[in-house]
């Protein structure tokens, strides 16, 4: 049962546009949620988080916005730039009880075109 | 610096055969951990550990088993290989205050036929 949903697995936009990508999940008890990039042959990277208490946060051209009554977070990339091209995966967790909390979506390709 | 390093890169394996999958950090954190990725998946926890010695099981743990020895290394054995384990496998690692900034290696991209 997947908790935490991306239901685009692939997005394109034009270089300096904005890039949106969409996350849903079903948990309400989830108060942190990530971003995490991933470019071929590597291993996933830590990009921006949110916590329950805020419904947005701001890093650079990075912006991830979280709607608890709709349980849905979007990360906003503008502008997109060709390196930003990369799996995008969203994360959630549960407090922490644990260290075996992270919950992780199936990600998005964002392809960046020049 | 070198981070999460996990070797090998790539490996072939014959059903029913064994391979210990290797991670190693230098980052001295205490929390590591071994997701899969199959195609179309997110990350699934296969297992993790809080320290030397101590290990828990993940969601998907059956066909695998950890040690930790050191705080640095953090091997994944599979004993007996099925090509249900097809998958990408990537080791982790975190500090326990900032247990959801894990810290990836690159993959190891496992085949089982």
């Known amino acids: 049962d997947q908790q935490v949903k991306q239901n685009s697995p692939s997005l394109s936009v034009q270089e300096g546009r904005i890039s949106i990508l969409n996350c849903d999940y079903t948990n309400s008890m989830f108060d942190y949620f990530l971003w995490y990039k991933k470019y071929p042959a590597e291993g996933p990277t830590f990009l921006i988080s949110i916590s329950s208490i805020k419904d947005k946060n701001e890093d650079g051209r990075f912006t991830v916005f979280l709607n608890k009554s709709a349980k849905h977070l979007s990360l906003h990339i503008v502008p997109s730039q060709p390196g930003d091209s990369a799996v995008y995966f969203c994360?959630?967790?549960?407090?922490?009880?644990?260290?075996?909390?992270?919950?992780f979506g199936t990600g998005t390709r964002l392809t960046v075109i020049p | 610096n070198a981070g999460v390093t996990q070797t090998p890169k790539f490996r072939i394996l014959k059903i029913g055969q064994s391979m210990t999958l290797q991670c190693a950090q230098d980052m001295n954190h205490n929390y590591m951990y071994w997701y899969r990725q199959d195609p179309g998946m997110g990350l699934k926890l296969i297992y993790y550990s809080v320290g030397a010695g101590i290990t828990d099981k993940g969601e998907v743990p059956n066909g695998y088993n950890v040690s930790r020895s050191t705080t640095e290394d953090f091997p994944l054995r599979l004993e007996l290989a099925a090509p249900s384990q097809t998958s990408v496998y990537f080791c982790?690692?975190?500090?326990?205050?900032?247990?959801?900034?894990?810290?990836f290696g690159p993959g190891t991209r496992l085949l089982v036929l």
């Open positions: 994360a959630a967790s549960v407090g922490w009880t644990g260290a075996n909390n992270l919950f």
């Open positions: 982790a690692s975190s500090y326990p205050q900032e247990q959801e900034t894990q810290y």
